[in-house]
Protein backbone atom coordinates (compact mmCIF):
# COMPACT_ATOMS: atom_id res chain seq x y z
CA UNK A 1 0.00 0.00 0.00
CA UNK A 2 1.48 4.03 -0.92
CA UNK A 3 1.75 5.94 1.58
CA UNK A 4 2.70 9.66 1.56
CA UNK A 5 3.64 11.39 4.81
CA UNK A 6 3.34 15.10 4.99
CA UNK A 7 5.22 17.01 7.23
CA UNK A 8 6.12 20.70 8.42
CA UNK A 9 1.93 22.50 9.50
CA UNK A 10 1.59 24.58 12.77
CA UNK A 11 1.26 28.32 13.71
CA UNK A 12 2.55 31.13 12.06
CA UNK A 13 1.80 34.63 12.32
CA UNK A 14 0.56 36.47 9.04
CA UNK A 15 3.50 37.07 6.81
CA UNK A 16 5.40 34.42 8.19
CA UNK A 17 6.31 31.11 5.89
CA UNK A 18 6.04 27.54 6.38
CA UNK A 19 7.33 24.73 4.41
CA UNK A 20 5.42 21.51 3.59
CA UNK A 21 7.30 18.60 3.15
CA UNK A 22 5.80 14.99 1.55
CA UNK A 23 7.60 11.58 1.35
CA UNK A 24 5.89 8.84 -0.45
CA UNK A 25 6.94 5.31 0.43
CA UNK A 26 7.53 4.18 -2.72
CA UNK A 27 9.83 6.37 -5.46
CA UNK A 28 8.80 9.25 -6.16
CA UNK A 29 9.60 9.63 -10.31
CA UNK A 30 6.73 6.38 -10.27
CA UNK A 31 4.40 9.72 -9.35
CA UNK A 32 3.06 11.27 -13.07
CA UNK A 33 1.57 13.65 -10.58
CA UNK A 34 1.98 15.03 -7.40
CA UNK A 35 0.14 17.69 -5.88
CA UNK A 36 -0.78 19.69 -2.48
CA UNK A 37 -4.44 20.19 -1.77
CA UNK A 38 -6.00 22.24 1.12
CA UNK A 39 -9.71 22.13 3.26
CA UNK A 40 -10.35 25.19 5.25
CA UNK A 41 -13.25 24.05 8.46
CA UNK A 42 -16.82 24.72 6.10
CA UNK A 43 -15.16 24.64 3.06
CA UNK A 44 -14.15 22.01 0.14
CA UNK A 45 -11.00 20.22 -0.68
CA UNK A 46 -9.51 22.74 -3.18
CA UNK A 47 -6.24 22.20 -5.31
CA UNK A 48 -3.11 24.65 -4.32
CA UNK A 49 -0.50 23.69 -6.53
CA UNK A 50 0.68 20.84 -8.97
CA UNK A 51 3.83 19.44 -10.32
CA UNK A 52 3.80 16.87 -13.19
CA UNK A 53 6.96 14.41 -14.13
CA UNK A 54 7.12 16.47 -16.68
CA UNK A 55 5.52 20.05 -17.46
CA UNK A 56 4.83 23.35 -16.13
CA UNK A 57 3.38 23.26 -12.47
CA UNK A 58 0.01 25.20 -12.06
CA UNK A 59 -1.21 27.21 -9.20
CA UNK A 60 -4.54 28.45 -7.65
CA UNK A 61 -4.54 31.78 -8.74
CA UNK A 62 -4.90 32.54 -4.65
CA UNK A 63 -1.37 30.99 -3.67
CA UNK A 64 0.07 32.76 -7.52
CA UNK A 65 3.65 34.57 -6.63
CA UNK A 66 3.61 32.67 -2.69
CA UNK A 67 3.52 29.55 -2.78
CA UNK A 68 6.22 27.13 -4.77
CA UNK A 69 5.90 23.47 -5.25
CA UNK A 70 8.89 21.40 -5.85
CA UNK A 71 9.65 17.76 -6.33
CA UNK A 72 13.64 16.20 -5.57
CA UNK A 73 13.65 12.84 -7.11
CA UNK A 74 17.21 12.13 -5.65
CA UNK A 75 15.64 13.22 -2.16
CA UNK A 76 12.06 11.38 -2.85
CA UNK A 77 10.60 14.26 -1.23
CA UNK A 78 7.95 16.98 -2.38
CA UNK A 79 7.74 20.20 -1.07
CA UNK A 80 5.63 23.14 -0.55
CA UNK A 81 7.21 26.43 0.30
CA UNK A 82 4.35 28.95 1.61
CA UNK A 83 5.60 32.76 2.01
CA UNK A 84 3.57 35.73 3.09
CA UNK A 85 1.35 33.47 4.55
CA UNK A 86 -2.65 34.83 5.11
CA UNK A 87 -5.20 33.75 7.44
CA UNK A 88 -7.41 32.44 4.68
CA UNK A 89 -4.18 29.83 3.82
CA UNK A 90 -5.12 28.50 7.15
CA UNK A 91 -6.66 24.59 6.25
CA UNK A 92 -5.69 21.42 6.27
CA UNK A 93 -2.78 20.91 3.72
CA UNK A 94 -2.71 17.25 1.59
CA UNK A 95 -0.28 15.38 0.13
CA UNK A 96 -1.71 13.42 -3.36
CA UNK A 97 -0.14 11.72 -6.03
CA UNK A 98 -1.42 9.94 -9.02
CA UNK A 99 0.09 6.67 -10.65
CA UNK A 100 -0.87 5.61 -14.48
CA UNK A 101 -0.26 2.03 -14.97
CA UNK A 102 0.10 0.20 -18.56
CA UNK A 103 -3.11 0.31 -19.16
CA UNK A 104 -3.79 3.97 -18.46
CA UNK A 105 -5.74 3.64 -15.37
CA UNK A 106 -4.89 6.03 -12.81
CA UNK A 107 -4.82 5.89 -9.34
CA UNK A 108 -5.17 8.89 -6.33
CA UNK A 109 -2.77 8.23 -3.21
CA UNK A 110 -3.35 11.07 -0.35
CA UNK A 111 -1.53 11.32 2.89
CA UNK A 112 -3.76 11.99 6.11
CA UNK A 113 -2.63 15.97 5.99
CA UNK A 114 -0.95 18.33 7.95
CA UNK A 115 -2.59 21.41 9.64
CA UNK A 116 -1.72 25.04 8.95
CA UNK A 117 -2.99 27.33 10.86
CA UNK A 118 -2.46 31.24 10.40
CA UNK A 119 -3.32 33.86 12.86
CA UNK A 120 -3.83 37.93 12.21
Known amino acids: QVQLVESGGGLVQAGESLRLSCSPSESIFSFNRMAWYRQAPGKERELVAVTPRYGSRIYADSVKGRFTISRDNFKNTMSLQMNSLKPEDTAVYYC??????????????WGKGTLVTVSS
Open 96 to 109: NGVREDVAGLQTDY
